[in-house]
């Protein structure tokens, strides 16, 4: 079994690894710079016929989420993030309007739809701006958050198991199931009907993974260290065998427990 595991994850890390270079990922605006806006409506609008139509308007993949209400959006787009100044935010406030105005009845002006008013109802309700330099200093704020809590947790192994063969096992683990995880996002992210960008909620995410994952690996561990210093009968291999059979169950239930609360956020969520 272990041979057919080694293969199989040989086989999983490889293929995530390969993708990663030719799709990568989809940078959302946290990384790459961006503009949101919320958006109301008089009706109830379907997100996917609001993202078609401003992305053959902006001439780029457009986001439309539901936010809130059916009949409001969050609207997320890239389009000339990097130019500075009032006109390129005039040029897409422009596009916005000719792409929505279709939605709302002839009252309905360029100046009504942008600007802010009191008692604003209709339209653009806020918007924000995340420029390429904050979206740098996000992403390397980013990378700098799942390398640092790596490395505390390899010291901190090595201090507690005082052996630094445990870090680097428990450090592999952990790289297995993260590079799983952006590879799976990689191979997908152009298919999946529903969006799937790289932002900070992905980089909480991950840094989840690498928690679940290391508490795992340790509990593993942990007991592989007991049946050692508990002069446990067998080869080194049956005490790990026994190791990794005493935790099982409790790997399972709180895996499927996660699972479960996980699957009610994406279907209600």
Known sequence: VKKYTYIFSSIIVIASIISLFVNGLNPGVDFVGGRTFQVRFA????????????????????????????????ITTKYKVDVPGAEADAEVNQLMYKGLSKHYGADMTY??????YDGKTLGILQNSKVGPTMAED???DSYWAVIGAMAIVF??????????????GAIASVAHDVIFVLGL???????????????????????????????DTVIVFDRVREYLEGKTKGS???????SVNSTLSRTINTSLTLILVLLIMFIFG
């Open 43 to 74: 009706e109830h609008v379907e997100p996917q016929t609001v993202k078609d139509e401003l992305t053959a308007i902006f001439g780029e993949n457009v986001e439309a989420k539901v936010f809130g209400k059916g009949n409001q959006l969050k």
């Open 111 to 116: 100046d009504k739809f942008v600007n802010s």
């Open 138 to 140: 996000m992403k390397t």
């Open 155 to 168: 010291v901190y192994l090595t201090i507690s198991f005082r052996k630094w063969q445990y870090s680097l």
């Open 185 to 215: 996002y990689s191979l997908t992210w152009r298919i999946m009907p529903f969006s799937m960008e790289i932002d900070q909620h992905f980089i909480a995410a991950i840094l989840t993974v690498i928690g679940y994952s290391m508490n």
């Open 236 to 242: 080194f291999k049956d005490i790990v065998n026994q």
